[in-house]
């Protein structure tokens, strides 16, 4: 049985979603994108070598901060850190993943950088490494016992050998009440997606969503399917709050919105009208801006975002209609 020959078989019956068939568990054709990515030599904790078990609280920020290599982000480390002290990072959702294998270091006195040894994005359960070791791992932020760490490293680099499925039942897709039981397939979306340095983009309207992302099942009924992780991830689209909530029940007003050019600066889609000249009537503060009577030198700015104040003009070229509509600049002078 081929993996989406399985999908449709538990789309269709709903008997698969509320547990783990032994016909799936004994031969699932598991799939993980990334096998191999990670070499197990790296997992060694060298003599004296102090781990630092780093739990996350907010797992889909988290998740993002790391996919990006974002060293501003504020993560849950004591000030007692030395350079040469690896972090193992563990996010969490629902189950818990191991995320990242971090080392600190040092170039400045009383500054630590951390360079990460390994990004796991193919999904390591925290209960699958306390299922090998046979100990339940820390369920807050601190320094491990030598041996409980040399105990995760072998367990991890067991798991990255010969990975374990992790079957998740999706919850309720909502924009305005996300699911907690979606955030681990969040986790691992965002872990595959993201790349160094790049803003985690909006797959819709490709806005900078590291801060919010969110999580949209565009396949019918997929909540409260059962599915080995992977599959769920295949299937998910990261949003921005805007696009997510276009994908369920958008309000009049929200459509009205979204049919206004974007911002080319941030991509916000609710900018106010620029008004020119002297207008007759009292013009609606939160629907337009008026800009007075010197018009600026070149094309004059049609709109202006809610969000950055960039101003821009849209126009129309009837030479190419399937191209009707292009942006001049992003940020024009009144």
Known sequence: MSRRELI????????????????????????????????????????????????????????????????????????????????????????????????????????????????????????????????????????????????????????????????????????????????????????????PGQPLACEICERDISARPQIHLPQAHQDGLRWEIQDHVDELVLLCGDCHQMAHQPTLQQLRNYAKPACPACGERNPRKVIWGMPSFGPDDDEFVTAGCMMPFGPPSQWECRACETQYLVAEFDDRPHQAWAIYGQNLQR
Request: hydrophobic share 40%; glycine share 6%.
């Open 8 to 195: 449709t078989r538990i789309q269709t019956e709903r008997a698969y979603a509320g547990h783990r068939p032994s016909c799936i568990t004994d031969d699932y054709p598991l799939r993980r994108p990334n096998l191999g990515a990670v070499k197990p030599g790296l997992l060694v904790r060298e003599p004296g070598q102090s781990v630092y078990w780093c739990r996350q609280a907010k797992p889909l920020e988290s998740a993002a901060a790391l996919g990006q290599v974002n060293q501003n982000y504020l993560w849950n480390l004591p000030e007692t850190m030395q350079a040469g002290d690896l972090i193992l990072t563990a996010l969490e959702s629902t189950p818990a993943l191991v995320a990242s294998l971090e080392i600190a270091s040092s170039e400045e006195p009383g500054k630590l950088t951390f360079t990460a040894l390994a990004t796991f994005t193919d999904p390591i359960s925290v209960a699958d490494i306390e299922s090998m070791i046979g100990e339940k791992l820390p369920r807050r932020s601190r320094y491990l016992d030598d041996p409980l760490a040399d105990k995760i490293l072998d367990g991890i680099r067991e798991l990255l050998q010969r990975p374990r499925p992790i079957f998740v039942t999706a919850g309720a897709c909502s924009p305005s009440k996300p699911a907690k039981a979606n955030r681990v397939l969040g986790v691992a979306a965002i872990l595959q997606r993201s790349a």
